[in-house]
């Protein structure tokens, strides 16, 4: 099956400066790949997804990469703030509807 | 939309009893899953379903675990004989077919005794 991997496990941040969180992914059948948010005692919450055919893609603060060839992708948080603390998840899947392979979490801290 | 209900929010049992977690997906999604989470092992899917069949429960720790789905809006995780290291909070999630978003539910945090 799939096997995803996600760095770093943990990163602290000054408000105002820029988070990259990594993933790799093993199978090159993955087409769709999701990232969730979690705060403390939530539940996890997708905050933005990219789909094999696109390489990038930005909503506000947050933007994701894709490079297929490599089977890695990112997700890049700009002019962080403390609300953006949380422990973020990466995810891959095959196909529609199908399970989500997760990686294991990074958990961002933003220092004020 | 209401989202993903679960039920309860919170259970405290001891060992050996029985357990019943409770899901309502959202409406009109026709896949439902469940998940375990712990801090040692993360996110783990234990079983999901399409159309109310289950597809996949190789998840499933262990024989006294067992999930059904006896109809598109309602679906049970029922742990029986319970153990201490089940302890953990389990969300149920929920997507349409067509799409791949999963929205999960707020979980239920369960401790065993």
């Known amino acids: 099956g799939e096997n995803v991997e996600q760095h770093p496990s943990t990163l602290s941040v000054q408000e105002g400066d820029s988070a990259v969180i990594k993933c790799t992914y093993s199978d090159s059948a993955s087409n769709y790949f999701p990232w969730y948010k979690q705060e403390l005692g939530k539940r996890p919450q997708l905050i933005i997804d990219?789909?094999?055919?696109?390489g990038e893609k930005k909503d506000q603060r947050i933007a994701v990469t894709l490079n297929k060839t490599a089977k890695h992708f990112s997700l890049h948080i700009t002019e962080t703030q403390p609300e953006d603390s949380a422990v973020y998840f990466c995810?891959?899947?095959?196909?529609?509807?199908?399970?989500?392979?997760f990686g294991t979490g990074t958990s961002l801290t933003v220092i004020p | 939309d209401a989202g993903v209900i679960q039920s309860p929010r919170h259970e405290v049992t001891e060992m050996g009893q029985e357990v019943t977690l409770r899901c309502k997906p959202i409406s009109g999604h026709d896949y439902l899953f469940w998940y375990r989470q712990t801090m040692m092992r993360g996110l783990e899917l234990l079983i999901y379903?399409?159309?109310?069949?289950?597809?996949?429960d190789s998840g499933m720790p262990e024989d006294r675990f067992s999930a059904k789905m006896p109809n598109a809006s309602f679906s049970t995780l029922k742990i029986q004989p319970s153990e201490p290291r089940d302890s953990a909070v389990y969300f149920c999630?929920?997507?349409?077919?067509?799409?791949?978003?999963?929205?999960f539910g707020p979980g239920t945090r369960l401790t065993v005794l």
């Open positions: 379903f399409n159309n109310n069949v289950p597809i996949d």
């Open positions: 999630a929920s997507s349409a077919g067509g799409t791949d978003t999963q929205y």
């Open positions: 995810a891959a899947s095959m196909k529609t509807g199908n399970q989500f392979y």
């Open positions: 990219i789909r094999s055919n696109v």
